[in-house]
């Protein structure tokens, strides 16, 4: 509920603060006074987009400030996901620059203009000659009737299923579309793979290779050269060993005659046993080396076989190739979870969409049984406003196929005359027709749902006095159980308020500006009296002024 409105330097306003209770509150003031200029200020604090044009005075800042109590409205989750402090009584306030900048706030906390405007449709609703859009608008049909249904919990239940719904077909879409690509490449990241997987590619091996090609080409060479090592060091009548076998003897000789010719010995005894050895070592490798065309023809086959892998996929080591080899066997795992993953979605969907069919058939039904109970409603409400051969007519049919509203398509169809055919709303129903419908659908929408503060902005234009009287009935019914505030330049309306604002322009020096005050009792009759008549009100003005307030 908005209780506070305080506007500082905006349009014609200087200064300017209005208090506003429970009930229907009425604004009057002669044309042109300024009551549009509270709905300018009040759409600021909304969301609104401002200008400097819109500024009293051009060198000073603007600031549009509104309180509202919200203690009933469920807003607690609004304003922890938009990380705002949570307060029953919310402060929003604007303040728009000489230069132009715009600054919004919710509770002292800045914010966007998106935030403010989301947090202001759900607590302020402005119906104006533009809001019978709403009555084409699937979205407003379906409320109104799921208010009178009772089934507003069951289709949030609904929405919540299909929401998800929607969200695992996306899903499967999605999965499918990966499905698809990857079985397009499946069959060449699978022959990659088996050709890396045959090649037994280990870190080291293309050295390894490299040197056992060597080897076998120039195995003759290596063999010749060996033998003739051998041979010079232990074969034949002149060979290193045996010469070094009468060094040693020699030197043995010698060695008991000083400490340095015992090392000369013994140095000489380790190199003679080293050299026995490597003869071993020699002679052993000699035999390994074979002529051996057909392990040559192998080893060159994988060298080739690497060689040609290395440069097919731009690399250069082992590592590399095997880093390739496990994100391929990556991919073909990916594959294989995809399928899982397809399948486990297709399941979801299966149980999900029996449990949206389930609670859409529920809705459906509910649906179909109030219809006939909206349309008495709004028949009798429409009677009472002068207009007694209009018809409302709800058209739900089903669908085959569930939608974010369930199973059902709507329509609201209307006719204002006898035995005329119903057509959909805005191809039959004028301007004014239309508005006093939307004004009976909202009163309806009063009884059943919390709506938020509504603000009527002349609903009464183009009306009969009579009429006016019985829409101001209707707006002072919705006071009971909201706040309704609303414009109007009847006297009959204007008597329907429990509380009565006055616009009113000043002029001060060189400058016009607008005001706005409560008014007392008397003052309200002195209001009234005034509408009743043209001039000073008459003493029977005054007297019709006591009797409507009165009635």
């Given at each position: 509920m908005l209780q506070n409105l305080r506007i500082q330097n905006f349009a014609l306003i200087e200064e300017t603060e209005v208090r506003l209770n429970q009930g229907l509150t009425v604004i009057t003031g002669e044309t042109g006074a300024g009551k549009s200029i509270l709905l300018g200020a009040l759409g600021l604090t909304l969301g609104n987009r401002a200008d400097v044009s819109s500024l009293h005075d051009k060198t000073k800042k603007c600031i549009i400030e509104a309180q509202f109590n919200i203690k009933a409205y469920n807003l607690k989750s609004f304003f922890d996901s938009n990380e705002l402090d949570f307060e029953e009584l919310t402060s929003i306030r604007r303040e728009i620059t000489p230069e132009g900048k715009s600054r919004a706030f919710i509770n002292d906390t800045p914010t966007t203009l998106n935030v403010l405007k989301e947090l202001g449709d759900q607590l302020i609703d402005i119906h104006s000659q533009h809001e019978t859009l709403l009555l084409k608008e699937t979205?407003?049909?379906?409320?109104?009737v799921d208010a009178f249904a009772q089934t507003t919990q069951l289709f949030s239940d609904y929405k919540k299923q299909f929401s998800q719904l929607t969200k695992l077909k996306k899903q499967l879409e999605e999965l499918t579309a990966q499905e698809l690509q990857a079985k397009k490449e499946l069959d060449y990241f699978q022959f990659q793979f088996n050709e890396l997987e045959e090649a037994a590619i280990k870190v080291g091996v293309q050295q390894q290779l490299e040197e056992e090609s060597e080897t076998l080409e120039n195995a003759e060479f290596i063999k010749g050269n060996l033998s003739k090592s051998l041979l010079a060091i232990n074969g034949g009548d002149e060979n290193i060993v045996s010469a070094l076998a009468l060094v040693k003897q020699q030197l043995q000789s010698v060695s008991k005659f000083g400490k340095q010719f015992n090392e000369?010995?013994?140095?000489?005894?380790?190199?003679?046993?080293?050299?026995?050895?490597?003869?071993?070592?020699?002679?052993?490798?000699?035999?390994?080396?074979?002529?051996?065309?057909?392990?040559?023809?192998?080893?060159?086959?994988?060298?080739?076989?690497?060689?040609?892998?290395?440069k097919k996929h731009g690399v250069n080591t082992e590592e590399e190739l095997l880093a390739i080899k496990d994100e391929i066997e990556t991919k073909l795992q990916k594959f294989s979870s995809l399928e899982l993953s397809i399948e486990k979605t297709n399941k979801e969907i299966v149980v999900l969409e029996k449990q949206c069919k389930a609670l859409a058939k529920d809705l459906s039904d509910k649906r179909q049984k109030s219809?006939?109970?909206?349309?008495?409603?709004?028949?009798?409400?429409?009677?009472?406003?002068?207009?007694?051969?209009a018809q409302f007519k709800i058209d739900l049919k089903p669908l085959d196929s569930l939608t974010s509203n369930g199973l059902d398509a709507i329509s609201f169809l209307f006719t204002a005359n006898k035995g005329a055919d119903f057509k959909e709303l805005h191809k039959t129903a004028s301007g004014g027709e239309l508005s006093r419908l939307m004004l009976c659908l909202k009163a309806l929408l009063a009884e059943?749902?919390?709506?938020?503060?509504?603000?009527?902005?002349?609903?009464?234009?183009?009306?009969?006095?009579?009429?006016?009287?019985?829409?101001?009935?209707?707006l002072f019914a919705m006071g009971k159980t909201m706040q309704v505030i609303t414009i109007t330049h009847l006297p009959q309306m204007a008597s329907k308020g429990g509380n009565h604002l006055f616009v009113y322009k000043s002029d001060n020096k060189d400058k016009t500006t607008s005001s706005i005050k409560q008014l007392n009792k008397d003052e309200r009759i002195a209001e009234i009296a005034k509408m009743l008549s043209t001039g000073t009100p008459t003493e029977t003005a005054l007297k019709n002024a006591k009797e409507l307030l009165n009635a």
């Open positions: 979205n407003f049909q379906f409320e109104l000369l010995f013994e140095r000489v005894n380790s190199v003679s046993i080293e050299l026995k050895e490597l003869a071993k070592d020699i002679d052993a490798c000699e035999e390994d080396v074979v002529y051996d065309n057909v392990r040559l023809e192998e080893v060159n086959t994988q060298l080739d076989k690497l060689n040609r892998l290395l219809t006939a109970g909206i349309e008495q409603n709004i028949k009798t409400m429409l009677t009472s406003l002068s207009m007694a051969n059943r749902t919390a709506l938020p503060t509504i603000i009527f902005d002349e609903i009464d234009t183009g009306v009969s006095g009579d009429v006016a009287d019985k829409i101001g009935n209707i």
